[in-house]
Every structure is written in C-alpha cells, then in structure tokens.
C-alpha cells in the first residue's frame, strides 16, 4: 500500500487582505505602497489577499468594509483595520507591528 506525504505549506506569519475598488488611483497606490512595504519588512512572512469589492461584495459585507481602499491585518494578533491608498508608512508599520527605521519617518 503506497502513503502518499502530504507537506503542508508554511504558515504566513502575516495574513493580510486589501479591499479595492476596480482600477481606481487610489487603490492601484494602496496595491503598489503596501506591496513595497510587505518585501521591505516582511519578504516572505506574509500573505495578501487582494479583494476587488466591485467583483466581490460579499465578502465586503462580511468583513463590514464601508471604505476603500481598507487594510485587514487578520493575524499576528488581533485583527485591524487601516483605511486609504497606504502612502503613510508610519501608520501601516504601526498596524503591522513594525518600528519604523528612522530613514522611514
């Protein structure tokens, strides 16, 4: 009887979603500024997941999004919420749990 091993994918250390509108300016910054800041601070410990609210509603309603573009930090610790295009990388580090370095203020 052959057994097949089963490896499970590491967990990411940071589970992100951002809640988008289409191709709008201010989501394609949000996109593009929290993705510059998750391969600077957390290059292979996070996961994002990016939720057109336009092509999903549901799952805008379930997570109660009534602004975008929002950032859900799910985990580590407790969930938070961030809403804006992302461009201040102060208030993002801080909801991420990061101190800024002092070339990022």
């Known amino acids: 009887m052959e057994s097949e091993l ?3 994918a590491p967990r990411a250390e940071y589970l992100l979603h951002l ?3 289409g191709a709008t300016p201010n989501s394609t910054r949000a ?5 510059d800041i998750c391969e600077q601070y957390l290059k292979g410990r996070y996961e994002l997941l990016i939720v057109d609210i336009y092509q999903q ?8 999004i009534i602004a975008a573009p ?16 992302l461009s201040d990388r102060r208030r ?5 749990g990061i ?6 203020m």
């Not at 996109?31 to 993705?35: E, F, G, I, Q």
Request: hydrophobic share 30%; proline share 9%.
């Open 6 to 8: 089963h490896e499970e």
């Open 19 to 21: 809640y988008i509108t």
């Open 31 to 35: 996109v593009r500024n929290l993705k």
């Open 57 to 64: 509603p549901e799952k805008a309603k379930e997570e109660r």
């Open 70 to 85: 929002t950032l859900v930090k799910k985990r580590p610790g407790l969930t938070r919420w961030l809403v804006g295009d």
């Open 92 to 96: 993002v580090l801080t909801l991420l």
């Open 99 to 104: 101190s800024p370095e002092p070339t990022d």
